[in-house]
């Protein structure tokens, strides 16, 4: 398992808008062991090296994120999960999320 899953908002230009204080790797640890193939698009997000989502690709994964929270294996990470909906649901034309793993 990774040891620290951060995430940033960056632009078009590769630059940093804002950075997150929230570490998602136990929350894709327990998606990949559980239920990865329910959630095909946060399960592409790479433990060990960087993954980019687009606005489009975040809006996918709020509706992934938002199945999760009906999800009764998910139960104790609902606050991680919550907090990463708003994250992604702000993301704006030109804006991108970048996971960074570990």
Same mark, same amino acid.
């Given at each position: 398992?990774?040891?620290?899953?951060? !995430?940033?908002?960056?632009?078009?230009?590769?630059? +940093? &808008?804002?950075?997150? #204080?929230? $570490?998602?790797? !136990?929350? !894709?640890?327990?998606?990949?062991?559980?239920?990865? /193939?329910?959630?095909?698009?946060?399960?592409?997000?790479?433990?060990? #090296?960087? +993954?980019? /989502? $687009?606005?489009?690709?975040?809006?996918?994964?709020?509706?992934?994120?938002?199945?999760?929270?009906?999800?009764?294996?998910?139960? #104790?990470?609902?606050?991680?999960?919550?907090?990463?909906?708003? !994250?992604?649901?702000?993301?704006?034309?030109?804006?991108?999320?970048?996971? &960074?793993?570990?």
């Amino acid at each position: 398992m990774s040891q620290h899953i951060g !995430i940033k908002l960056i632009n078009e230009k590769n630059q +940093t &808008i804002r950075n997150f #204080d929230l $570490n998602l790797s !136990i929350l !894709i640890y327990q998606l990949k062991q559980k239920v990865a /193939f329910d959630y095909p698009l946060l399960n592409s997000i790479d433990e060990y #090296d960087n +993954t980019c /989502f $687009n606005k489009n690709q975040c809006e996918l994964a709020v509706k992934e994120l938002r199945k999760m929270l009906d999800d009764q294996k998910f139960t #104790d990470a609902k606050e991680d999960i919550n907090k990463l909906i708003s !994250i992604l649901s702000n993301v704006e034309r030109y804006q991108y999320i970048l996971f &960074i793993g570990d």
